[in-house]
């Protein structure tokens, strides 16, 4: 089993930042993906970005030069650095790994970007 505990959520300023983490607990060990959904009122869930244990990135197309992923496999930690955030960016962000074939959820964290 694995537990995902998100953090860094809040409400922001057209323009502005946030950074997102995600602690992995339980069983973290040969977990190959990470990474982050997000999923807006009335839309369907979303991906955002992931990465691989090796460091491979992938992106929506609506993120990409906005938003950063990064992991540290040491602390089993991945975080999400979102810079020039839009109001249509309003999500609740959802963290999850992926461990032999099992997908992983967390409870999401609230990002709310006024204009």
């Known amino acids: 089993q694995v537990q995902l505990v998100e953090s860094g959520g809040g409400l922001v300023q057209a323009g502005g930042s946030l950074r997102l983490s995600c602690a992995a607990s339980?069983?973290?060990?040969?977990?190959?993906?990470m990474g982050w959904y997000r999923q807006a009122p009335g839309k369907q869930r979303e991906l955002v970005a992931t990465i691989t244990n090796g460091g491979r990135q992938n992106y929506a197309d609506s993120v990409k030069g906005r938003f950063t992923i990064s992991r540290d496999n040491a602390k089993n930690t991945v975080y999400l650095q979102m810079n020039s955030l839009k109001p249509e960016d309003t999500a609740v962000y959802y963290c999850?790994?992926?461990?032999?074939?099992?997908?992983?959820w967390g409870q999401g964290t609230q990002v709310t970007v006024s204009s």
């Open positions: 999850t790994a992926t461990r032999f074939g099992f997908d992983y």
């Open positions: 339980g069983s973290p060990f040969s977990i190959v993906v």
